[in-house]
């Protein structure tokens, strides 16, 4: 006997919906500056935290734990382990580079209503999951892959976020109690922002140009940019000014 399958189709996004989408990825900024004294409410931080626990990850291992911060005494702490680290990390460039990066805004960890610790736990559901044992960092890019989440949602939510690499990992551990084997991944500050740049700063800054799209694609093999079989998109590419 014949058994009939219906297939469920996956649910179209409406053009308004992909035109949102899109809007989300290429206005998302690095933000270090222009926050506001407005709180977030905690109606659309629960909403923020819930996107982001809803990413990908390797085995549905969920690795990921966020650390809300908003106490006064722990953000100093943390805001003297950046400039300890911006001080160290200058030394490895000369002037007048050197200056030019000391001159850098490059975290608002005081001025931000809400920090945020988010971290990767690689013993959450035991020892084995499912995609890991080939590849044990795929835990960590999938806490990565929440933290593309938070940033998205918090954009559209008129939310500025900004990610402070230039910290040590020890301090963090250390002032969030965290266990020995729990890793901090990302220091963020969150908050209301009186304007999103229309570029990065660093970019604006002129520190590093931004590539074109055809300069990070290759096809079939490391550094094949004219394979004949892509060559359709690669005229795509090279034409559409939107990819310079």
């Known amino acids: 006997m ?9 649910e179209e996004f409406t053009s308004e919906e992909k035109t949102g989408l899109y809007k989300a990825i290429h206005s998302r900024r690095d933000v270090r500056s222009h926050f506001t004294s407005r709180l977030i409410e905690d109606e659309i931080l629960s909403k923020i935290l819930n996107a982001a626990h809803h990413a990908p990850s390797v085995g549905f291992s969920q690795p990921w734990n966020f650390i ?9 702490r943390i805001k003297e382990s950046f400039e300890k680290e911006k001080e160290s ?12 990066y000391l001159s850098f805004k490059l975290e608002g960890i005081l001025e931000s209503p809400v920090n945020l610790c988010v971290t990767y736990d690689p013993s959450k559901f035991g020892p084995f999951v499912i995609g890991r044992s080939s590849i044990p960092e795929a835990g960590l890019y999938s806490v990565c892959c ?26 963090l551990k250390e002032v969030l109690n965290l266990p020995n084997h729990v890793i901090p991944v990302a220091y963020l500050c969150l908050g209301y922002v009186d304007e999103f740049a229309t570029k990065p700063d660093l970019e604006t800054a002129g520190w590093l140009p931004r ?29 559409n000014p939107d990819y310079a």
Do not use: H, Y
Not at 2 to 10: G, H, I, P
Not at 147 to 164: D, S
Not at 212 to 217: M, N, P, R, Y
């Open 89 to 100: 990390s200058s030394q490895l460039i000369e002037d007048p580079k050197r200056s030019k």
């Open 211 to 239: 590539l074109g799209l055809k300069d990070v694609i290759f096809f079939e093999k490391w550094e094949d940019k004219e394979n004949l079989s892509w060559k359709n998109i690669q005229n795509i590419i090279k034409t």
């Open 146 to 171: 929440a933290i593309q989440n938070l940033w998205l949602a918090a954009r559209t939510e008129g939310v500025g976020l900004g990610w402070v690499s230039i910290l040590s990992n020890d301090v």
């Open 68 to 76: 809300l911060i908003k106490d006064s005494q722990t953000k100093a």
């Open 2 to 10: 014949k058994v009939e399958r219906k297939v469920k189709m996956a």
